[in-house]
């Protein structure tokens, strides 16, 4: 039998205060799916000042505003 991933749900108040901590884990909400985008901030082609400014809050425009539809599959 395949062991399954019980996945962490987050309040908005729980990602902000993730994000605002020392160092910082950088917690972003694009379409309802919490992503942790710390080890990637450094990978991301728009810059790690893009992620920084979305740390901690609902991404969810600012994604759909910079990548194709299908963006979000690879995640």
Do not use: N, W
């Not at 729980?14 to 994000?19: C, D, P």
């Not at 160092?23 to 309802?32: A, E, F, N, T």
């Amino acid at each position: 039998m395949a062991e399954t991933k019980e996945q962490k749900e987050y309040t908005y108040e729980e990602i902000a205060a993730l994000a605002a901590q020392d160092p910082p884990r950088h917690l972003i909400v694009v379409d309802g799916k919490v992503l942790d985008v710390t080890e990637y901030m450094f990978m991301h082609p728009g810059g790690i000042g893009i992620l920084e400014g979305v740390s901690g809050k609902d991404a969810s425009s600012c994604f759909a505003m910079r990548h194709s539809p299908h963006g979000f599959s690879g995640m």
